[in-house]
């Protein structure tokens, strides 16, 4: 059973930064897509980021230059490096994978069929 579990959730003043990883367990091969989401309480959830199997990456406007995705194959992690953090950026963060390529633009729900259980992020200013 294929499971993603995400980490580095916390809190931190408005400026801070926070590495937040995802692992997946039961599975051996290589998503060809995997992404971050977020859903901060009375919102849809939204697309944060995503990596595809060829290294293309996506980033929503709202954290572009400074939010950074990446994954390191070896330890079936996934990264979302932090900067910059601002108290809007403060919600539940996901982890998700998915078999085909990712989306060339905007990721969404849909588009993914493995979740991981959350990690939170709360910014004070």
């Known amino acids: 059973q294929v499971q993603l579990v995400e980490s580095g959730g916390g809190s931190v003043q408005a400026g801070g930064a926070l590495r937040l990883s995802c692992t997946a367990f039961?599975?051996?091969?290589?998503?060809?897509?995997m992404g971050w989401f977020r859903q901060a309480p009375g919102k849809e959830r939204e697309g944060v980021a995503s990596?595809?199997?060829?290294?293309?990456?996506w980033y929503a406007d709202s954290v572009q230059g400074r939010f950074t995705i990446s994954q390191d194959n070896a330890k079936n992690t996934l990264y979302l490096q932090m900067n910059g953090l601002r108290p809007e950026d403060t919600a539940m963060y996901y982890c998700?994978?998915?078999?085909?390529?990712?989306?060339?633009?905007?990721?969404?729900?849909?588009?993914?069929?493995?979740w991981g259980q959350g990690t939170q992020v709360t910014v004070s200013s």
């Open positions: 998700a994978a998915r078999s085909g390529l990712c989306p060339e633009t905007e990721i969404k729900e849909g588009n993914f069929a493995y």
């Open positions: 039961g599975y051996t091969g290589r998503w060809s897509c």
């Open positions: 990596i595809s199997d060829n290294r293309r990456t």
